[in-house]
């Protein structure tokens, strides 16, 4: 069978050219549209579209929600999706013409469709049909109408003829079966699904010259471009020259207003300031934060060169204090410098645990939360507290600054002491007191009600055992009434043997089997309470050990960015998973349980391990073999029973089951809480909470 090529003259081709055109670009800006970020720190997906409402505005609110809206503009990427979803439109159109459209050339040539007659027609039938079908288009009884002319007559009489033939001659019938027409081979048209002008022979080095350009150029380009973005950013989503110019400053030393000063390095700052474009004269917004920052940070502001750094730096210092800048645009920059700064504060964070010094990781940790609140470091964690100012600040610590408050110490106070240092002229009216106490009584404050060690299965901590760090601790807002934990709460139950996950520390979306039902779906986290930052952020709890005298990370964090039980008053179940030193002795550490969304709620405690020696198992089977008892109905039994020994009765508990569970009472590894410091049990923490 010949094949002839040519164009597609009636368009019917057409769509699968542009199907498959569509169809190269669509997939894969579609998948790095959608495909998970895993260069964002933070999720904000609406798996946390919950929010702490406490009806507070602050001060210019819409240019703050305004800053919100163009943030998320740019990473949502409008014109990108609006692309995307034009684009898909299209390519569906054009499936919808290839499924809906007849190519020509396809259809299979069949007689008893051609006479009108079904297959099962005899021969005589056959023929006597086809005889009142001459009769009627013979083209010497009929003339032409329509659109009809003389040969279209000709030529339907023909195929008529043919398919006749077909159906009651022997020889021709067998020429169809073979080839699948009574003439024989036939030759087969393809339209080339191309435009006109592409397959014209005069424009034929045009063609080539715009495929070379397509497919030589633009094509390795882009995909040098995508792969340089892939490699262009870190894992914490900071570009990586950025993250080279933060490993440089690092410092073991390194506070947090010396951390505010190193951040502005990120080249990220440098894209923000083509943004903004020109603001005026930088030493406008230095003379407005001269007098808040303090001499010695001013110092260091004013030797830097001009420039993105220093102008960053200025800014994010106004927003930080919380500074009016008076322009428009000005308040616009200073709110762009707050997100750039978390995320390169994280990857600060990772390259501080390389290091593992404990100042720089709590330096970029507590940061976070001077960033999310807007509060300057040092400055008084009441500011959370909605409507709190400065003047504020200082009507209810009066002391001049020297030691702040806590959230915590202030809902201490009795609700007539608090009411007159908050309540009066120049200070908070009665709506401004009430939402600042409100919003203290949801504070997601963590109050750690038990803190042990453990191994799985074992009553003691072994050397180089795999060893559990169990925090029991329950959301306690301050000024909350909470209920007295039950005990049963602050036990730590050992995992079946068959939950592999539970064993070696990793979380299992599966619930026991041995439960009849599901358990409920857990409540998402609220977002954080955070007025004057311009993005949506989920709080984040890290957890780790330290060493106080060598003052070093011992215990990488665990972070975790969602709590099972919400509900206030629930009991929350935290772990940290490694193991013990491989020699036996007492061992204390500094516990750190780190929130990096809010200001003052951080619990730090001293934690005593006790790692014994293999000796000490053997020790303990041994005097577990000596007084326990066989039972009588058992083997061994009978046998010590033969030999004049001690047996069980059935039903009977012995004393040995007695001490067992005095024992188990008696361990640590059942969750309780140790309280002397002189406890002589295996395990023992000592607690000592930062005030």
Not at 161 to 187: C, F, M, W
Not at 411 to 433: K, P, V
Not at 656 to 671: R, Y
């Amino acid at each position: 069978m010949s094949r002839d090529y040519n164009y597609d003259n009636e368009g019917q081709f057409f769509p699968y050219f542009i199907l498959t055109m569509l169809g190269l670009i669509l997939v894969p800006l579609t998948y790095s549209t959608f495909a998970p970020n895993k260069r964002t720190p933070i999720s904000l997906e609406p798996s946390y579209p919950l929010r702490m409402k406490t009806g507070f505005l602050p001060p210019k609110a819409e240019l703050i929600e305004a800053s919100r809206w163009r943030q998320a503009k740019r990473e949502r990427r409008i014109k990108r999706f609006l692309s995307i979803i034009v684009g898909w439109g299209l390519f569906s159109y054009m499936a919808y013409l290839v499924v809906t459209t007849k190519a020509g050339g396809s259809k299979l040539w069949d007689p008893y469709d051609i006479l009108g007659i079904s297959s099962g027609s005899s021969e005589k039938a056959i023929k006597k049909h086809y005889r009142k079908l001459a009769m009627q288009f013979h083209p010497d009884k009929i003339s032409p109408t329509g659109n009809e002319t003389i040969e279209t007559l000709n030529d339907r009489f023909v195929e008529m003829t043919k398919a006749y033939k077909v159906l009651t001659d022997e020889e021709i019938r067998n020429n169809y079966e073979l080839y699948g027409h009574p003439d024989g081979k036939q030759s087969y048209s393809i339209g080339i699904a191309l435009p006109q002008w592409i397959v014209a022979s005069e424009n034929t080095y045009y063609v080539l010259a715009v495929y070379g350009f397509i497919f030589g150029i633009m094509l390795p380009y882009t995909v040098g471009k995508w792969w340089y973005g892939t490699k262009k950013h870190t894992k914490d989503g900071v570009i990586t020259e950025s993250a080279g110019s933060l490993f440089k400053a690092y410092d073991q030393v390194t506070d947090e207003r010396r951390l505010i000063e190193v951040l502005p390095l990120g080249e990220e700052y440098k894209d923000l300031a083509k943004e903004w474009g020109n603001l005026g004269n930088d030493a406008m917004v230095e003379n407005k934060i001269k007098d808040v920052i303090g001499k010695k940070s001013f110092k260091r502001l004013q030797e830097m060169e001009e420039g993105p750094r220093r102008r960053a730096l200025g800014l994010l210092w106004a927003y930080l204090y919380r500074v009016d800048l008076g322009t428009e645009a000005l308040e616009y920059a200073k709110l762009d410098t707050a997100p750039p700064a978390i995320t390169l504060n994280n990857s600060f964070l990772s390259i501080a645990l390389a290091y593992g010094s404990t100042a720089p990781i709590l330096a970029s940790m507590h940061l976070s939360q001077s960033l999310i609140q807007a509060i300057a470091p040092g400055e008084s964690p009441l500011l959370q507290l909605p409507a709190f100012t400065s003047a504020i600040v200082a009507a209810v610590e009066q002391d001049g600054g020297k030691n702040h408050w806590t959230i915590q110490r202030f809902m201490t106070l009795s609700e007539q002491r608090r009411r007159q240092l908050c309540i009066g002229d120049g200070l908070l009216n009665e709506a401004e007191y009430e939402q600042a106490i409100a919003f203290a009584k949801k504070l997601p404050a963590l109050k750690v009600e038990a803190a042990f060690f453990k191994v799985a299965g074992e009553k003691h901590v072994t050397v180089s055992s795999l060893v559990q760090f169990v925090i029991k601790a329950r959301i306690a807002p301050p000024g909350a009434d909470l209920q007295p934990v039950d005990e049963k709460d602050l036990l730590d139950e050992d995992p079946d043997e068959s939950d592999v996950d539970a064993l070696i520390g990793r979380k299992s979306n599966r619930w026991s089997q041995a439960s009849a039902k599901k358990p409920a779906k857990v409540q998402p986290n609220p977002l954080a309470h955070a007025p004057y930052y311009p993005r949506d952020y989920s709080p984040r709890w890290h957890l780790f050990l330290a060493d106080a005298k060598q003052g070093k990370m011992v215990i990488p964090p665990t972070t975790f960015t969602q709590l099972e039980k919400t509900a206030e008053g629930g009991v929350e179940t935290l772990k940290l998973q490694f193991q013990a030193p491989p020699q036996k002795g007492e061992y204390t550490f500094v516990m750190h349980l780190v929130n990096d969304a809010y200001v003052g709620i951080d619990t730090k405690m001293n934690v005593r391990m006790i790692v014994e020696g293999p000796e000490k198992v053997m020790q303990m089977g041994a005097e577990e073999d000596e007084i326990s008892e066989p039972d009588e109905d058992s083997i061994a039994g009978q046998m010590n029973a033969m030999r004049g020994g001690p047996v069980k009765k059935k039903g009977k508990k012995s004393d040995s089951d007695d001490s067992d569970e005095d024992d188990e009472e008696e361990s640590d590894t059942d969750g309780e809480k140790n309280v002397q410091e002189d406890s002589e049990t295996d395990t023992d923490t000592d607690t000592d909470e930062d005030k």
